[in-house]
């Protein structure tokens, strides 16, 4: 019952406001209609402005992402390209390395008498 009651002086407000609305209106119902409608097209004005600059500012942080992306690629690109060059150029040094090496043994070998007498028979360092 008290829920009842709540709602009726709910609605007996209600009514009471609509008729302070209506007796004290600072201008006719047609000037008001108009007055409403004017800032309900300022509002929609303001609405689309903002809208058209958060869209510009969207594709704007949009293109300096997408720039920021391709200058890390090329960054990334160009890094492996120079490592990729260093380890190979390590690894014909130590080819070369290897083959000096082989080559320093050989000649000490043969100056010293020490090479193989089987025909045929090779070194490791031959077969490489």
Known sequence: MEERSGFGYFLLG?????????????????????????????????L??????????VRNRADDLRQSAA????KGR???????????????AGKQAYRDAVGEVKSAAAGSGLGSTTPGAGTT???I
Do not use: F, H
């Open 48 to 57: 689309r402005s903002r809208a058209q600059e958060g869209s510009e500012y």
């Open 71 to 74: 200058d890390l690629y090329e």
């Open 14 to 46: 209600l009514g009471i406001g609509v008729a302070a609305g209506i007796l004290w209106a600072p201008k006719a119902g047609e000037e008001t209609r108009q007055l409403l409608a004017d800032k309900a097209g300022e509002g929609a004005d303001y």
């Open 125 to 127: 360092a031959d077969n």
């Open 78 to 92: 160009t890094t492996v390209q120079r490592q990729k060059d260093t380890l190979s150029s390590a690894v014909e």
